[in-house]
């Protein structure tokens, strides 16, 4: 039996991507940025909608929902901060590593988060691309929006950061 104490502190851990602001939206001066926690979710229902019969979308949910956990404690990194990527790398998954020893009651399930997240860092499935390219369209309808009711707000740097950068059709 998992440690009730062990599944609070951990839910405590994801409660925090809840109030970790978008980096990029913070440096735009957005009003009322989104949470890494509101990006998450809208990433996890675009991966609920997925009918190819090819993605797992089940799996494809799962990535969505780990992919940035480790922010709850490295906070979000953005390129334009200068931390080379492999010391962000270094620094996410020491923290997942952390992250997911307060699930050693449930060993196995601690496992499958960080293999899951590994799988999206490495871009090793069919599934983990998606989510990648969910990502960045997450990320530009969110701009979208935020051009659209924030009016005279220039977000086109966003749009351009993921020209050519799609993966899937």
């Known amino acids: 039996i998992m440690s009730v104490t062990g599944i609070i502190e951990f839910l405590r851990i994801c409660g925090r991507l809840k109030c970790t602001k ?4 913070v440096n735009n001066n957005i009003a009322l940025p989104e949470s890494v926690s509101d990006h998450m979710y809208r990433m996890a229902m675009m991966s609920f909608l997925v009918q190819d019969p090819s993605i797992n979308k089940d799996r494809a949910m799962k990535i969505a929902l780990v992919h940035d956990l480790a922010e709850s404690i490295v906070g ?3 390129p334009h901060q200068g931390i080379p990527k492999e010391k962000k790398r270094e620094m ?17 399930v601690g496992q499958e988060i ?3 997240w590994m799988e999206y860092e490495t871009a090793s499935s069919p599934e983990a691309r ?7 369209l997450e990320m530009i309808l969110q701009a979208d929006e935020y051009e659209e009711a924030q009016s005279p707000v220039d977000l086109q740097q966003f749009f351009e950061s993921t020209k050519d950068m799609f993966k899937h059709e």
């Open 22 to 25: 978008r980096t990029g939206w």
């Open 76 to 78: 979000d990194i953005t």
């Open 114 to 116: 960080y293999d899951l």
């Open 92 to 108: 996410e998954q020491t923290a997942m590593r952390e992250i997911v020893s307060s699930l050693s009651g449930r060993p196995a």
């Open 130 to 136: 998606l989510v990648k390219d969910f990502d960045k």
